[in-house]
């Protein structure tokens, strides 16, 4: 198969990093994570923006007033 390379790689990462002390679980983590989220979390930001972007806006006309009462 294609991928058992990376497999056989992720492995011994988590094995490498199960192995660690918590006290240095924790930052190697927060190194590689935090990083990887914020990546992720600004491209489907964008993607999302692109997306909303390419939609065509509803017409005003289509938008009914609010009805308006004495004061």
């Known amino acids: 198969m294609v991928v058992d390379w990376l497999a056989q790689w992720w492995d011994g990462v988590e094995l490498w990093l199960v192995q660690l002390p918590v006290a240095l679980q924790f930052p190697v983590v927060m190194v590689v994570i935090l990083p ?36």
């Open 36 to 71: 990887l989220c914020l990546g992720v979390a600004r491209l489907i930001d964008r993607v999302a923006d692109w997306g909303a972007k390419d939609t065509p806006a509803a017409p005003e006309a289509d938008i009914p007033e609010p009805e308006k009462v004495p004061a």
